[in-house]
């Protein structure tokens, strides 16, 4: 017998490939189970790994991007073993908080040399296993050439000529459904949609030290998924929100925010600047 191919019938046919449940009553089931959230912009000091303040289904979009373990000040000092458990929990939750037909966005870097890490992989496979369907990745690009770093290696050598990194990747799934359930109200211009629905984006960086946080995102990130992918008085979950950038992004947006850090210090930040950045 003919093996079915997965590339024709499953997520690599976007015609074919409608959601994880076939069958459409129990999609339907899936649905209703969606909930609103009780909880709006709010910041709460404590490890995302466990979210029982948020409801079941009640986030439309997740918007982060993870700490990494690789000893910068905003890292964590964790075994390798350590690191993965933890981001298993935080993102199990996550799921278990988003909505079906609901969305996240995890942006993150791959690291390293000596080898490459790619974390973008890592971070992949982990969210498919926990039940996620992928509907994309956006390569960020933060600077043009001009401005990359000079440690090229070996300079107009074969010998060892090292790659210079000026782009990281958002890597954006769904729960249950593509689409989304519930009707709404979008805030996309004609000219953002077309260029937000593009694989590449240039956004310059953040300046972590006028922000006051060692790894910010600009906030022009989470504005361009938020838009794109929620309605208005939608709720935004980042649960690593550091100095509050998606919690602003979704403000400006008339959006709401739920976050989590463990930092006391970057919740100040994150509310000083919700404060200033914000009308
Ligand atoms: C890469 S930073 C996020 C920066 C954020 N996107 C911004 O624009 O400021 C990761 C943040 O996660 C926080 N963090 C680390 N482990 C955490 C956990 N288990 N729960 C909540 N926050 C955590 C760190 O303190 C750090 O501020």
């Known amino acids: 017998m003919k093996k079915k191919s997965f590339f024709k019938s499953g997520s690599g046919s976007r015609k074919a490939f409608v959601s994880t449940f076939q069958d459409k009553k129990e999609l339907v089931e899936v649905l209703n189970a969606n909930n609103n959230s009780d909880i709006k912009d709010t910041i709460f000091h404590k490890s995302s790994e466990n979210m029982e303040e948020l409801k079941n289904n009640s986030?439309?979009?997740?918007?982060?991007?993870?700490?990494?373990?690789?000893?910068?000040?905003?890292?964590?000092?964790?075994t390798d073993e350590q690191y993965w458990l933890m981001m298993e929990k935080v993102f199990t939750e996550t799921y278990r908080v988003t909505q079906s037909g609901?969305?996240?966005?995890?942006?993150?870097?791959?690291?390293?040399?000596?080898?490459?890490?790619?974390?973008?992989?890592?971070?992949?496979?982990?969210?498919?296993?926990?039940?996620?369907?992928?509907r994309g990745e956006i390569i960020w690009q933060k600077s043009k050439g001009a401005n990359a770093n000079f440690a090229w290696g070996s300079w107009l050598s074969a010998s060892n000529p090292v790659i210079r990194d000026i782009h990281?990747?958002?890597?954006?799934?769904?729960?249950?459904?593509?689409?989304?359930?519930?009707?709404?109200?979008?805030?996309?211009?004609?000219?953002?949609?077309?260029?937000?629905?593009?694989?590449v984006w240039n956004i310059n960086a953040a300046r972590a030290k006028k922000i006051g946080h060692p790894?910010?995102?600009?906030?022009?990130?989470?504005?361009?998924?938020?838009?794109?992918?929620?309605?208005?008085?939608?709720?935004?979950?980042?649960?690593?929100?550091?100095?509050?950038?998606?919690?602003?992004?979704?403000?400006?947006?008339?959006?709401?925010?739920?976050?989590?850090?463990i930092e006391k210090e970057y919740i100040k930040v994150a509310n000083n600047r919700l404060e200033n950045e914000v009308n």
């Not at 986030?59 to 000092?77: A, F, M, Q």
């Not at 996240?104 to 992989?121: C, D, E, H, Q, T």
């Not at 990281?168 to 000219?191: A, I, M, N």
């Open 102 to 134: 609901g969305r996240i966005v995890v942006n993150v870097a791959n690291l390293g040399r000596k080898p490459y890490i790619p974390f973008s992989k890592y971070f992949t496979e982990l969210l498919i296993d926990l039940g996620f369907i992928m």
């Open 59 to 78: 986030v439309s979009l997740t918007v982060t991007s993870p700490p990494y373990n690789i000893g910068k000040d905003s890292d964590l000092d964790l």
């Open 215 to 261: 790894a910010p995102f600009p906030v022009e990130l989470p504005y361009k998924f938020i838009n794109l992918y929620t309605y208005k008085n939608d709720l935004v979950l980042d649960p690593f929100i550091g100095s509050g950038t998606t919690a602003i992004a979704a403000k400006k947006l008339n959006r709401n925010y739920v976050g989590y850090e």
């Open 168 to 199: 990281e990747y958002c890597l954006v799934f769904s729960k249950d459904t593509f689409k989304k359930p519930s009707k709404g109200e979008s805030s996309l211009e004609k000219e953002e949609f077309m260029e937000s629905t593009l694989s």
